[in-house]
């Protein structure tokens, strides 16, 4: 079965430093992975997406993921933290046409 | 780029009313949309899959009585919560697949039920 792991509930980083959002992925397959970010009481947006192309993913707001098959992981980082980034993270995989595992989120604290 | 709208984003309800909130694809047809329950601190539940036209495909623990879902059109789907109670208090999203490769869903916004 599909599943994606997400190890850190929680992260706090200083403002102007970098950020590092683990996730693990299960998949027997090559798999189509996502990362969506939730503001408070808002819908998701999608920053990126890894479809069997490169690699190495960029996304909108400076952030980007980069997929490695032997480590199974789809790690989200950016260099350089900004106050709006604070928000809740999601690592999704897709498995089926329609459907998607959401993984249980990270929640991204900016310190001033 | 595509856009879901979710109506209403805030409803507050007394306990044994039904509740509707609709979803709408603004700039594309969507054959197929999906609703998702979100408790606090915690990651989205799929609670079914809506197709225009045909039946709801409810997962697995949910309530088809309760959660009543229509996709009457290409760009409407509509989850009502009938007879709601305390417990069913929650943040619901849809979504629908915009056809943007890779069968990426756009969400909407969003809406947070609160029954007294």
């Known amino acids: 079965a599909q599943s994606v792991t997400q190890l850190d509930s929680h992260v706090s980083v200083s403002e102007g430093t970098p950020v590092l959002l683990r996730c693990n992925y299960s998949?027997?397959?090559?798999?189509?992975l996502f990362w969506y970010v939730q503001h408070p009481n808002k819908g998701l947006q999608l920053l990126l997406k890894y479809t069997s192309a490169a690699t190495l993913v960029k996304g909108i707001n400076g952030f980007e993921a980069e997929f490695k098959k032997s480590e199974t992981s789809f790690h989200l980082t950016k260099p350089s933290a900004h106050m709006s980034d604070a928000a809740e993270y999601f690592c999704?995989?897709?498995?089926?046409?329609?459907?998607?595992?959401f993984g249980t989120g990270t929640r991204l604290k900016v310190l001033a | 780029g595509a856009v879901v709208s979710q109506h209403p984003s805030r409803v507050i309800c007394k306990s044994g009313t039904s509740v509707k909130i609709e979803c709408r694809s603004l700039?594309?047809?969507?054959?197929?949309m999906f609703w998702y329950r979100q408790f606090p601190k915690q990651s989205l539940m799929l609670m079914a899959t809506s197709n225009e036209g045909s039946k709801a495909t409810y997962e697995q623990g949910v309530e088809k009585d309760k959660f009543l879902i229509n996709h009457a059109s290409l760009t409407l789907s509509t989850l009502t919560v009938t007879s709601a109670h305390p417990e069913d208090s929650s943040f619901y999203i849809c979504?629908?697949?915009?056809?943007?490769?890779?069968?990426?869903?756009?969400f909407g916004a969003g809406s947070r039920l609160t029954v007294l």
């Open positions: 999704v995989v897709r498995v089926g046409t329609y459907k998607y595992i």
């Open positions: 700039d594309f047809q969507a054959t197929t």
């Open positions: 998949s027997s397959y090559s798999p189509s």
């Open positions: 979504s629908a697949n915009s056809g943007g490769g890779a069968n990426v869903l756009t």
